[in-house]
C-alpha cells in the first residue's frame, strides 16, 4: 500500500461529494489511501478573514444552538444575518458529528461521511440533526456511543479546531483538496460524478500528472463562459 | 494542419510569455496552430471592472502619452496613481505597436511578440518606445511601414478593442489562456520554460486532456503555501 493521501473537504460542497465518492472508489479497491481532513468553506470566505495570512474568525469558535426561529419577517439585512447564521452553525453540527463518527474507526468516518454527502447533495437534504441521525443509522454506527462522544463537545471542536489550523497553513482554499505522499497539494474541481473503477483510476492519474508534470503547472482553469460540460 | 488553437496573452505576465514559448515550438515543427489574440490584465484586474458583467473601463479609452516626469515626491496615494497609470500606457503603448507589426504578416506577429517578451521577461527590459523598436529590428519588420502603420493609432485601438471584446465575451480572467479547436477554453499557467519540441508536446498533451477528460475538470490549483517547483 502506498502512503496515504489526504483529501480536504467540506460537507456543503458538491465537488467534495464528488471528489470523496472517487477516493471511496479507489480505497475500496485497495489502490490508494486517502485521510478525510475537515476544511471549512463558511470560515475560509468569512469577510473578516479576507486578505489575512492567518484566519482571525474560527468555526470552531462559533455557538453549536440555532436561534429559536421567528415568524416574524426580520430586515432583509437582518436576514442575511441570520440565513449566514444557520449556514454556520449546521456547517459546525455536521462537522463535530463526522469527528464522533471517526472516534468508531475510520470505516465507519467514511460510511458517515458518505452518507451525509449523498443526503445533501443526491437527496436534498439540509445538513441537521435529522440527516445526521439518519446517515449514523445508514453508515452503521453504534447509535448509543455515537451519542456519547457527541457529548464530548470540547474534545470534538479540539480535533477540528487543528483540522482547520492545518488546512489554513498548508493555504487550502477550495473544496475538495487532495494532497499526494510527496506533498503535492491542489483544488481539484470536477462537474462529473463517478463510482467506476477504471474512470475513478483515469481520473485520478490524471491528476497526478498535472501536479508531477515538470511544466510545474500551478492552475489549470476554465474561461468564466466556457464550462466544462456535464456529463 | 489541425484547425488554429488561440492564446489570449498580455505582454506584462511572464505565464503569458512561456505560453507564447511553448506555442512557437509547436508551431514551428508544424505540429499545431495557434492565433495570438490580446488579453488586457490592467483592463481586467481594474477596480472599476470588478464585478461587471461587462467592461466599463476599457485600456482601449485610456490616453498613450505618458505625463511628463516629475521630480518632485507626491504624496503616496497620487504616487501610487501615477505608477498605475504609467503601467497602463506603457501596457497600451505595446499592444498597439503588436497591432501594428501584425500587418506584416503572421511570422512578424510572432517574432515581434516573442522579441517584447523576451526583453521583458529575460532581460528585464520596460515595456517601452526603446524596448518596442529593439523588438521590431531583432523580429526584422520592415522599419518603414511599421513607424507608418503606428500613425493609424485609431485603426489599432479598433482592432485591440475588438480582441478585448471577445476576451470579455469568452470570460477570459487570466494570460495565458488557450482556447482548443473545439472551444475548450482554460487559463493554464505553468513555472517553467521550454524551448524543446518532445516536452512542449508532453505539456501541451495533457493540457487537452484535462480540458477534454469525461470528469469535467473545471479547475485544477495548487494550494497557496504548496507550490509548483520550478525547474
Known amino acids: 500500500m502506498t502512503p496515504a493521501n489526504e483529501i480536504f473537504f467540506d460537507f456543503v460542497c458538491p465537488y467534495a461529494w464528488r471528489g470523496l465518492e472517487l477516493a471511496q472508489v479507489l480505497r475500496?479497491?485497495?489502490?490508494q489511501e486517502f485521510k478525510l481532513r475537515h476544511f471549512s468553506l463558511a470560515q475560509?470566505?468569512?469577510?473578516?478573514?479576507?486578505?489575512?495570512?492567518k484566519p482571525v474568525w474560527w468555526l470552531t469558535d462559533q455557538p453549536l444552538a440555532e436561534a429559536a426561529p421567528s415568524d416574524?419577517?426580520?430586515?432583509?439585512?437582518?436576514?442575511?444575518?441570520?440565513?449566514h447564521m444557520a449556514f454556520v452553525q449546521s456547517s459546525l453540527l455536521t462537522f463535530?458529528?463526522?469527528?464522533?463518527?471517526?472516534?468508531?474507526?475510520e470505516e465507519a468516518s467514511w460510511d458517515f461521511s458518505l452518507a451525509v454527502f449523498r443526503a445533501h447533495h443526491e437527496d436534498n437534504k439540509p445538513l441537521n440533526e435529522a440527516t445526521i441521525m439518519e446517515a449514523a443509522?445508514?453508515?452503521?454506527?453504534?447509535?448509543?456511543?455515537?451519542?456519547?462522544?457527541?457529548?464530548?463537545?470540547?474534545?470534538?471542536?479540539?480535533?477540528?479546531?487543528?483540522?482547520?489550523?492545518?488546512?489554513?497553513?498548508?493555504?487550502?482554499?477550495?473544496?475538495?483538496?487532495?494532497?499526494?505522499?510527496?506533498?503535492e497539494?491542489?483544488?481539484?474541481?470536477?462537474?462529473?460524478?463517478?463510482?467506476?473503477?477504471?474512470?475513478?483510476?483515469?481520473?485520478?492519474?490524471?491528476y497526478g500528472e498535472v501536479l508531477n508534470a515538470d511544466a510545474g503547472i500551478a492552475t489549470i482553469k476554465r474561461a468564466k463562459n466556457r464550462p466544462a460540460k456535464k456529463a
Open 28 to 31: 475500496k479497491a485497495g489502490e
Open 44 to 53: 475560509s470566505n468569512h469577510e473578516d478573514n479576507a486578505g489575512k495570512d
Open 72 to 83: 416574524q419577517k426580520l430586515p432583509e439585512k437582518d436576514e442575511a444575518k441570520k440565513r
Open 96 to 105: 463535530l458529528a463526522a469527528e464522533a463518527a471517526a472516534r468508531q474507526g
Open 137 to 183: 443509522q445508514t453508515a452503521g454506527l453504534n447509535l448509543e456511543q455515537f451519542a456519547a462522544d457527541r457529548e464530548d463537545e470540547q474534545g470534538l471542536r479540539a480535533r477540528l479546531r487543528s483540522e482547520l489550523t492545518e488546512a489554513a497553513e498548508i493555504g487550502v482554499f477550495g473544496t475538495p483538496t487532495f494532497i499526494l505522499p510527496g506533498g
Open 185 to 206: 497539494a491542489a483544488y481539484f474541481r470536477f462537474e462529473n460524478l463517478t463510482r467506476d473503477l477504471e474512470t475513478a483510476r483515469q481520473w485520478w492519474k490524471l
